[in-house]
């Protein structure tokens, strides 16, 4: 489609998005299950272009305006899922949450997963567009893990990941990964990566030979863990977000 053949505003999922009603992702597959209408129509396809949400029903229920894009920080503890259920009855991220912020938040979206055994940081945002901006792998923002591992591996192994590593068929991009201290087999790693692919961390240090026991997650890009308790949450502020923004374009 040219520029002049482009229809006037934004494509439903975005705007969606931005009123953090769900990802673009969700939305797609919430049009597919005829869960959102204009009116009293059916909106049929995600390539339906819209100047505002006025009209617009999900479920039933008509989309709020959008509220400013809001940021928290949770300390993510072991043994609980990044999703918003799950059907075998595991706990979820979300059930910490409703202990975790002030009660009148805004249904808030995960950026990126922890899976459940990993701890520490995990961002989260009202905002569907500001998180698909920070998943992007093009994006490269930095994410920083400290892994508590056994076996035998030198600094000078960990420092050929720069060059990137390829396992059974899936190609990594450049991994800074630095030994912290190490006692008798057992050492901590710092490891910070742009890509964030599926249990990128332990597959890559797994293919060097060590045992993860413990992996913790304690920066994304500009934003540290720093000593937020486990399990608790803290809004970031609105200038940090901001900056952070500017810096992205």
Sequence with gaps: MSQEER?????????????????????????????????????????????????????GKPVAKPER?????????????????????????????RNALPKDTPRLMPVGRLDMNTEGLLLLTNDGEFKRLLELPATEIPRTYRARTFGDVTQEQLEDLMDGIEIEGMRYAPIDANLERRTGRNQWIEVTLTEGKNREVRRVLEHLGLEVSRLIRTAYGPFGLADLPRGAAQEIRKEDIERFRSSLK
């Design 7 to 59: 229809p006037e505003g934004d494509r439903i999922a975005k705007l969606l998005a931005r009123a953090g009603v769900a990802s673009r992702r969700e939305i797609e597959r919430m049009i597919d299950d005829r869960r959102i209408k204009i009116g009293d129509e059916f909106v049929t396809t995600p390539a339906t272009f819209l100047t505002s949400l006025r009209g617009v029903t999900v479920d």
């Design 69 to 97: 894009t809001r940021l928290f920080a949770f300390h993510k503890p072991t043994g609980l899922l990044t999703a918003e259920r799950d059907f075998s009855g595991r706990p979820t991220i979300y059930t910490a949450l």
